[in-house]
């Protein structure tokens, strides 16, 4: 790989209860760029997304042992401060969930746990990143609104703006269109490609049409292990493990 | 075949059985008291306090009741929520659902709501000849709020586990500590949470065992908290217990009052639950 490694997973073993849920797991994910993680429902594609930014912590019985490096900085070190991570990365979940607040204050929450009260500081970011995700002009006259009366498409890129509003380096994506029409999946998928010039990204999919459309590289994962990592086109067209052959043909799933 | 429609029809028939059984029950009760208890009702039944005792005075009104009721319901409701709602955000969002402290409070919670109100009282009456405190508003309100701490803490409970946690999720990664995203939870509940406190007022609007050794019974307007108050179902217990018939027909006018107070409650909590999932 010639890019540089912005996240880096090192014998990252994670176990909830007697199930080992991912298995020394070693993997260094590129910097601006779409990598996608793919695999059969319950292989553990979502934990690998939420071990990176420690979402897994209030799962009851979890034990995770490795380390997780971004910046070179571990995540899973006793010091770490875990908001301190969770700011590098903006989530975007499978379905949209806009907080129980107006449009304006869902973008402008971020920001705003994380000090900034100026106002006109807060419309800047507010204005920029809801332009980022092309809601500015549909939102525009009415920003003060419910976010809940939005359609479920604008409310996944309102949700998209609120995470890049933290002004993160990494967006991690679990299966961030599986509740949305076509048009607005083609939507969030250009928006994915158009911000990896900026972001690392990261996203769990089910769909392998997808995974090609938009990530630069595949990680694939079957029963908790890495079975192959690769450029996009290597993994899907030209798979050298033989799982990976079974899973792209649809044999498994 | 034919017998399946016969035990569609005959389950069907039981059905409306009970649910008829219960809405006449209820217009039985809601038609009694106004029945025996409209002619009683006048302004000055809501206006004036009792004109020669609450036992044998056949003039002058409850209004020392009604104050006392709402004195003794409400200092309890905001006592309670002041304790319940921090119990219920630990014991939901800070704990894990797994921890053996919260399931050891719940479990605790769910055997002080099954407790008989009379024990609250007692218990709270114990407390009081142990502190030092006589029978008084400020008695009445620490035993009814022991009363409905267990209710409010149950009923909010029901209402954070029903939060997604896509919420908590969304605002984790945001990269919110456990207070900022409780404190996201509490705008997404707050209408659960005055559902909890109605229901709690309610309750300890109707309760008569809970205040009958504690706050102890007076024709006055309670003007300090160390003062003996009246409250409404206490004053239906005297004065149904009175030998004059007029008396008598007075605990009905009071009942009545009491009937329109939870009726209020009833109304305005279910117009806000409705209100909750329209905006949800």
Known sequence: MTETPHIRIQNLNVHVGDQHLLKNINIHIPDKSVTSIIGPSGCGKTTLLKSLNRLLDDIPGIRVS?????????IYAPHTEVTHIRKKMGLLAQRPFPLPMSIYDNVAYGPKIHGIRNKKELHVLVERYLRAVGLWDEV??????????????????????????????????????????????????????QLKENYTIVLVTHILRQARRVSDYIIFVYMGEIIEFGPTEEVLLNPKEKLTQEYVKGFIS | MRKRKIEERLFKGLMLLSTALVAVSLFLI???????????????MVSKIPDGGYYFGRSGGMLNAIIGSLYVAGGATVLGMLISLPVSVYLNIYLKKSNIFARFAKLSFDVLFGIPSIVYGAF????????????????????????????????????????????????????????????VYFRQIRHGVLTAVLLAFGRGVGDVAAVMFTAGFSDNIPVSLHEPAATLPLAIFFQLSSPIPEVQGRAYASALILTLFILIIVVVSTILSHKKNKSS
């Open chain 1, 66 to 74: 490795g380390s997780v490096l971004v910046d070179g900085e571990d």
């Open chain 2, 30 to 44: 809601i038609g009694t008291v106004i029945w025996k208890g409209l002619p009683y009702l006048d302004w000055d």
């Open chain 1, 140 to 193: 525009k006259t009415r920003l003060h609104g419910s976010a809940s009366a939005l359609s479920i498409g604008q409310q996944q890129r309102l949700c998209l703006a609120r995470g890049l509003a933290v002004e993160p380096e990494i967006i991690l994506g679990d299966e961030s269109t599986s509740a949305l029409d076509p048009i607005s999946t083609k939507t969030i998928e250009d928006l994915i490609i």
């Open chain 2, 124 to 183: 709270a009456f114990s407390l009081m000849v142990y502190l030092g405190v006589r029978t008084s508003l400020l008695g009445g309100i620490i035993a009814v709020t022991l009363l409905v701490i267990p209710i409010m803490v149950r009923t909010l409970d029901e209402v954070i586990i029903h939060v997604p946690k896509d919420l908590k999720e969304a605002a984790l990664s945001l990269g919110a500590t456990r207070w900022e995203m409780a404190k």
